[in-house]
């Protein structure tokens, strides 16, 4: 039997960032795929759907174009099969700089098989087993498909064959409203796909707070029909799908499955070790390391639903990676939280979210703009959105924000950077704002916290000589 000191299960971003740290201190490791290689972000996730994010985009703005005076935006037209030929040669370009950087290891590092647990430090591949000291799983996440829906497969269509799609029906319906959902939901709309979005619940895009959750679903709804009470059945019918909800029936030519995504553990035999596993069947481990408790396992990146984003994933890759190959084991800080859903306009999650500060009951002040009538967002012709910022009463902390405006991904890496650098809402407001920009209305949700919190703001917004440096709270906890 093979004995190697770490074993890698899953060449994704989670386990390529492990390899990294892995390398720096063994050259006795192993990395086990049975997969194509490139890494779900690259090849069925983040990037190529930016890229048809982009196009779609670009596409629906000859809406405005007229009332700038830019004629003749009537006539462009789009070609599907060229939109879908362009998202692949950019995913291709990106999964190549993946495996590129791959070139240099994987001759005598990778194993392109399927691995299984036989013991906690024994693994099948099918025609060898070997034996690992440390083994990392990050296997990712697959595609949710609900119990009896593989009767419909031929309109079914997920995220890890949506892009294979030569073109478009006339017809979608878009089942699940998160963050996949309404990304590629609003995109299939923008370049011409007759779209119907089904959710359950108001919570689209990822949003929590019920204020702006009813805002984005009113304005969403405005470029496509939002059903939020879900699926009750599919039915096949005269060579469509028949989608039942409470209130009507769709008949359309395709649904894009957009229902969450599950760990990959299914035939890892994680669960047959005798480890205790939470209500979701994740073996239950240490959030500051990575180690399933009572082993020299690791888990890293969207296996455990944490937090399924990439650069999460790559953090908890390289956190395992760094305590699979040391001596001591580390705990490791977590970064903010930054949550990007690329709708548009951007919805994003930073700090706490509303949900979570209610749930553990945080006496909290909200502060809030408006998006419509907005200096800058006038002169983009962008007139929607909202920002909500949750401040402590008490301390005048930044706790989270809720975000749906105009280049809401920038406005939440300035809070997502103002929280994690502790700064308060008066020196938040401290801080240089130009003019005119979309961040002036993040200003006045600020200034509108600033109102609300005990902590009382200084004589004006520039702090006063002696005001206390910035990372200390102004009353000077
Ligand atoms: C449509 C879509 C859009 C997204 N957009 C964004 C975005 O804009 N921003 C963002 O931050 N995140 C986004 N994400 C999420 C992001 O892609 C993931 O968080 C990230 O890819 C997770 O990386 P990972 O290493 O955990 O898993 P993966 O990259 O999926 O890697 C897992 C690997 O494990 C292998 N594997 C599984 N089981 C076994 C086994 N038993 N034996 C051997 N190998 C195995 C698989 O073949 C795979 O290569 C998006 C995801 C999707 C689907």
Redesign the pocket.
């Known amino acids: 039997m093979k004995r190697y000191d770490i074993a890698i ?7 390529l960032s492990a390899r990294r740290e892995v390398a720096k201190r063994t050259n006795n490791y192993v990395v ?6 490139g ?3 690259a090849r ?3 990037m190529p ?2 890229a048809l994010i982009e196009t779609a985009n670009l596409f629906h703005k000859r809406h405005t174009l007229k009332k700038l005076g830019v004629g003749g935006a009537h006539a462009l037209d789009l070609d599907r099969v060229k939109v879908m030929s362009h998202v692949r040669q950019l995913r291709d370009r990106f999964v190549r700089s993946v495996t590129k950087e791959m070139d240099d290891w994987t001759e005598t590092h990778l194993i392109k ?4 647990f036989t013991t906690k430090n024994t693994l099948d591949l099918g025609d060898e087993v070997i034996h690992a000291d440390k083994i990392i799983v ?4 697959k595609p949710v498909w609900p119990k009896g829906w593989e009767a419909y497969s031929d309109y079914l269509v997920d ?1 890890d064959s949506f892009f294979e799609l030569e073109t478009f029906p006339s017809k979608v319906a878009v089942i699940g409203l998160g ?2 959902g309404l ?1 590629l939901g609003q995109s299939l709309a923008r370049i011409g796909v007759d779209v119907v979005g089904i959710g359950l619940g108001n919570a689209i895009g990822g949003l929590t707070d019920p204020e702006i959750q009813t805002y984005a679903i009113q304005k969403f709804g405005e470029e496509f029909p939002i059903v939020t009470t879900g699926v009750k059945e599919l039915r096949s019918k005269d060579g469509k799908l028949e989608i039942i909800t409470s209130e009507t029936s769709y008949l359309v030519d395709k649904a894009l499955l957009a229902l969450g ?1 599950k760990p ?1 553990l299914a ?2 035999g994680l669960d047959e070790l005798g480890l205790e596993l939470d209500d979701k069947g994740i073996p239950l481990y240490d959030p500051g390391t990575y180690l399933i408790e009572g082993t020299s396992i690791f888990i890293a ?3 455990n639903p944490e937090r ?6 790559a953090d908890e ?1 390289r956190i395992a990676g760094y305590n699979a190959a040391s001596d001591k084991m580390q705990c490791f800080r977590r970064r903010t939280k930054l949550a ?1 859903t ?1 709708a548009d306009p951007n919805i994003a999650i930073v700090g706490k979210s509303y949900d979570e500060l209610h749930r553990e009951k945080v006496d909290f002040v909200t502060g809030k703009v408006s998006y419509e009538g907005q200096g800058r967002a006038i002169l983009k012709m962008q007139e929607i959105g909202m920002i909500h910022v949750y401040v402590d009463r008490n301390k005048g902390s930044l706790l989270g924000a809720e975000i749906f405006c105009p280049d809401g991904e920038h406005m939440a890496h300035l809070l997502a950077w103002a929280i994690a650098g502790k700064i308060d809402v008066h020196h938040a407001l401290s801080m240089p704002f130009y003019h005119p920009v979309i961040e002036e209305g993040l200003r006045t949700a600020l200034r509108h916290a600033a109102s609300l919190v005990e902590v009382k703001a200084p004589v004006l917004e520039t702090m006063r000589c002696q005001d206390p440096p910035v990372g200390v709270f102004a009353n000077g906890k």
């Open positions: 299960i899953g060449a994704g971003t989670a386990g086990i795929d049975d997969g194509i290689l890494t779900t972000c069925v996730g983040c759907s930016k098989k399927r691995a299984k990050a296997t990712g996440s995220t963050v996949i990304e995504r990959s035939g890892l990146g969207d296996v399924p984003i990439l650069h999460e994933a890759g990007i690329f």
